[in-house]
C-alpha cells in the first residue's frame, strides 16, 4: 500500500463516516425501517452513530460500522442502530385539528353507529405523546355519552422509546400544548420540586397497550380492526412505492367507515386506495 493510500484509510478509521460505511448503514436502515437516508444526512447520521459508538465503548465511528457489518455485531445492536439514527419527534396535541376532528364528527359518528368500544391505533407512537393525547379526548367523549368505551394500542420500530411511553412520564417542557384543565385531570406532578416530570394518571394508562411492530413488515400482527388509525409523519421518510404499501396494510386492519389520520406533508399518500378524504389528511375507508 502506497503511503497516501495507508494515510487516507489511516484518516477514515480516525475521523469522519467513509462513504463506503454511510452506503452500508443507509441500506441498512432503508432496507429495515423504510426511512431514506440521503447523502445530505450524512453528518447527522455520523453524529448519532458516534454517540451509540461511544456507549460500547468504541471511539472510532467506522470500527462501529466495521462491528455491524463485519463481526454480525447487527445480531445485538440493529434495535439500538435504529433507535439511534432516527427521529423520535413527539409531542402532545401535534396538529390539534385532527383531535377536534375526532371531537366533533368521528367519535359521535362512530357511537351514534352503535360502537360501544372506539378502537384506536396509533401506529408510528414514538414516546406516547399522541396516543395519550388521544386517549384524553377520548376519555372525555365516552365520559359524556357514557354509551360506549375506548382501547388505544401504540406500537412502533423502537423499544426503547416504547418503554419511556409505557412509563408515561413526559418532561414538563412538553406539556405546554395542554390545557389546563387536562392538566389537572390527567397528568401527576412528583412531590420532589426538583423533579421535572409530569406522568400521565394510571387510569389514562390502563387505556393505552404497546408492543412493537414494524410497518415495513408483510404483515402486521394486530389482532382488532380499529376505527382510528394515526400514522402521521413517518410516512415522509419512505419511498412513494413504500408508503402505497404501508398504508394498504393499514388500511386492512381499518374497520369500516373507519378514519385514517395521516400527516400535514402526507396528503396524497391516500390517492387510488379504498379512502375518501373526510378532512385534511383525513380518510374514511370506503
Not at 426503547?160 to 389546563?180: N, T
Request: hydrophobic content about 40%; overall charge positive.
Amino acid at each position: 500500500m502506497s503511503k497516501l493510500a495507508h494515510s487516507t484509510s489511516a484518516a477514515l478509521d480516525h475521523g469522519e463516516l467513509s462513504p463506503k460505511n454511510f452506503q452500508r448503514v443507509a441500506d441498512f436502515v432503508k432496507a429495515y425501517s423504510g426511512i431514506k437516508m440521503p447523502s445530505g444526512k450524512r453528518t447527522m447520521l455520523e453524529g448519532r452513530l458516534r454517540r451509540r459508538a461511544r456507549v460500547l465503548g468504541i471511539e472510532d465511528v467506522n470500527t462501529y460500522c466495521r462491528f455491524l457489518f463485519d463481526e454480525d455485531g447487527l445480531d445485538q445492536e440493529a434495535v439500538h442502530l435504529i433507535y439511534a439514527v432516527t427521529t423520535n419527534k413527539t409531542e402532545f396535541f401535534r396538529e390539534p385539528a385532527h383531535f377536534e376532528f375526532i371531537a366533533t364528527t368521528a367519535a359521535p359518528k362512530l357511537i351514534e353507529a352503535g360502537r360501544r368500544r372506539i378502537r384506536s391505533w396509533s401506529a408510528a407512537a414514538s414516546t406516547g405523546a399522541e396516543a395519550y393525547t388521544l386517549a384524553m379526548v377520548l376519555h372525555e367523549i365516552c365520559g359524556r355519552s357514557r354509551a360506549a368505551d375506548f382501547s388505544i394500542l401504540a406500537t412502533d420500530v423502537c423499544t426503547e422509546v416504547l418503554a419511556q411511553a409505557h412509563a408515561g412520564r413526559f418532561p414538563a417542557s412538553m406539556i405546554e400544548p395542554i390545557s389546563p384543565e387536562r392538566r389537572m385531570k390527567y397528568l401527576m406532578r412528583a412531590k420532589d420540586p426538583g423533579c421535572s416530570e409530569v406522568r400521565i394518571v394510571p387510569s389514562l394508562r390502563s387505556k393505552v397497550s404497546f408492543g412493537r411492530l414494524n410497518l415495513m413488515d408483510e404483515t402486521y400482527a394486530v389482532d382488532s380492526e380499529f376505527d382510528l388509525i394515526f400514522c402521521r409523519n413517518v410516512l415522509i421518510y419512505f419511498d412513494k412505492p413504500t408508503q402505497k404499501k404501508v398504508v394498504e396494510r393499514l388500511i386492512r386492519h381499518l374497520a369500516a367507515d373507519g378514519y385514517l389520520f395521516l400527516g400535514h406533508s402526507e396528503c396524497t399518500i391516500g390517492a387510488d386506495l379504498p379512502l375518501r378524504q373526510v378532512a385534511s389528511t383525513v380518510f374514511q375507508k370506503v
